[in-house]
């Protein structure tokens, strides 16, 4: 796929969208949310810790603390919606929204990332990207967020 997400400002912050139809069930989708082996496959981390609701996770890229994430599931409606604060290291938590819905050919998957710091939105916008694609079936490319960057930081900059 390659739907560039709509970004948007978020107060002094950033925010970015993404509105994804995938050919598999809610359910399905779910599980490659919230399932470990699952996570791994798609967004290449290791996730330690239950998905439940007000559980404390982490995403595990690498041992450098930039590589990690920290997650409180703040809510949790199987299989429907995901509700995550995420904070990288040194940085203010963010949330991130990941709603799914029936739809015709399949689950409509709404990501929404918000409460992004300056420095962080266009990467993490080209990032999400990425990995929504793989998650759709593309296959795993390095540094691939790299040449959507560009795309994102124009956007960033028209707002």
């Excluded at 948007?8 to 399905?28: C, K, N, Q, W």
């Excluded at 990207?129 to 795309?151: K, N, S």
């Amino acid at each position: 796929m390659t739907d560039l997400g709509t970004v948007r400002r978020d107060g002094d912050l950033g925010a970015v969208r993404f509105e994804r139809l995938y050919a598999a069930t809610p359910e399905e989708l779910w599980s490659a949310w919230t399932e470990p082996e699952r996570i791994s496959r798609w967004l290449g981390a290791t996730l330690t810790g239950p998905i439940e609701p007000g559980a404390a996770v982490r995403l595990v890229w690498g041992p450098d603390p930039d590589s990690q994430v920290d997650l409180v599931v703040t809510e949790l409606t199987p299989p429907h919606l995901l509700q995550w604060q995420w904070t990288i290291a040194g940085q203010p938590p963010t949330v991130l929204r990941v709603e799914l819905s029936p739809a015709v050919g399949g689950t409509l998957l709404v990501l929404d990332h918000s409460g992004l710091p300056a420095a962080q939105f266009p990467g993490l916008s080209a990032g999400w990207h990425d990995f929504l694609d793989v998650l759709a079936g593309r296959p795993p490319a390095e540094d691939r967020w790299r040449e959507l960057l560009p795309a994102y930081r124009e956007q960033v900059a028209a707002l």
